[in-house]
């Protein structure tokens, strides 16, 4: 079974700063999605981000991007110019292509953004 | 367009009580899922559903019972609630495989 794992707990950036999220997963297909979730204090659950296993180049939205090192299984979330409604809980997330398999996510990072 | 929508958002009830948790989607999805979090464990599977009448179980489905009769409704009953089961529950629904989960607003149970 696919596990996802991070291993922050909990993080703090200054506004306007850039901080990054790690994730590593354990899985042995070589094809899956994964995506990063944002939960802010209103509990709703966000896509931040999406990224396909077979494409290299990293995906990107605005201000997010990730860094996706297949081979060594991390997935981490870098947050540039970080603003005070970034502050959430992130969640990563895990999906096989095989079956109906739903998403597998870690346990979360709480962000917190300093003004 | 309501997307995903979840009642009771705010739910008490009482040990050994039946409860429902409503879902319904207007976007036609063919998947729908049900999470708990609690603190410490992020978001874990209760049960999911590929289509209308076929469900299966995710990591906690120990208490808990669905049904989908409909491609938009995934109810979710706690048959005899427990206190352990006091939890924040989300609804979910995915269009395939492929493609990331919609969530709905969750529903903040208390079990007395």
């Known amino acids: 079974a696919q596990t996802v794992t991070q291993s922050q707990p909990e993080m703090s950036v200054q506004e306007a700063e850039t901080v990054t999220l790690s994730c590593t997963y354990d899985?042995?297909?070589?094809?899956?999605?994964l995506f990063w979730y944002k939960q802010p204090p209103s509990r709703q659950m966000i896509l931040v981000i999406r990224?396909?296993?077979?494409?290299?180049q990293n995906a990107t939205e605005n201000r997010f991007s990730v860094n996706f090192q297949k081979a060594a299984k991390s997935f981490s979330l870098k947050i540039s110019d970080s603003q005070l409604g970034d502050a959430a809980m992130y969640f990563c997330?895990?999906?096989?292509?095989?079956?109906?398999?739903?998403?597998?996510f870690g346990k979360g990072t709480r962000l917190s953004v300093i003004a | 367009d309501a997307g995903i929508t979840q009642s009771p958002r705010y739910k008490i009830t009482e040990t050994g009580r039946q409860v429902t948790l409503m879902c319904h989607q207007t976007?036609?999805?063919?998947?729908m899922f049900w999470y708990r979090q609690d603190l410490g464990h992020g978001l874990r599977l209760i049960y999911y559903?590929?289509?209308?009448?076929?469900?299966d179980k995710g990591e906690v489905p120990d208490g808990y019972v669905v049904s989908r009769s409909k491609t938009e409704n995934f109810p979710l009953t706690l048959e005899s609630a427990t206190r352990s089961q006091t939890s924040v529950y989300f609804c979910?629904?995915?269009?395939?495989?492929?493609?990331?989960?919609?969530f709905g607003p969750g529903t903040r149970l208390t079990v007395l």
């Open positions: 979910a629904s995915s269009r395939d495989t492929y493609n990331e989960q919609f």
């Open positions: 899985t042995s297909e070589s094809d899956y999605y």
């Open positions: 990224q396909e296993a077979y494409k290299q």
């Open positions: 997330a895990y999906r096989s292509l095989t079956g109906n398999t739903p998403l597998v």
């Open positions: 976007w036609s999805h063919s998947y």
């Open positions: 559903s590929a289509a209308a009448d076929i469900t």
